[in-house]
């Protein structure tokens, strides 16, 4: 399996305790989603349900595959206030 470089903005480097790591790529972004939730608990859960994903630069909001592409960046961004 390869790995995916994942990046934690704000709430979610707190969260996760780091602004960078190295992953295992997981075969969905729901079975990402699960891996950080059972890593880093309910506050990174709290996070992920307003936050949202970018995947290479593309903003994902379904639980689908990541694709087929080669190094892979996974940026979780927390909510964002308006203004």
């Known amino acids: 399996m390869s790995k995916i470089t994942i990046r934690y903005f704000a709430a979610a480097a707190a969260a996760a305790g780091c602004e960078q790591e190295s992953w ?3 075969p969905t972004l729901a ?3 699960s891996e950080l939730i059972d890593s880093y ?3 990174m859960a709290q996070v ?3 936050g949202s994903f970018l995947i290479n630069g593309v ?3 379904d639980a689908g595959e990541l ?3 080669e190094n892979l960046t996974v940026d979780v961004l927390p909510p964002f206030a308006g203004g």
Request: charge should be positive.
């Open 24 to 26: 295992e790529r997981p």
């Open 31 to 33: 079975a990402l989603r």
């Open 41 to 43: 608990g309910p506050e």
């Open 59 to 61: 903003v994902r909001r």
């Open 48 to 50: 992920l349900r307003a």
């Open 67 to 69: 694709g087929p592409e």
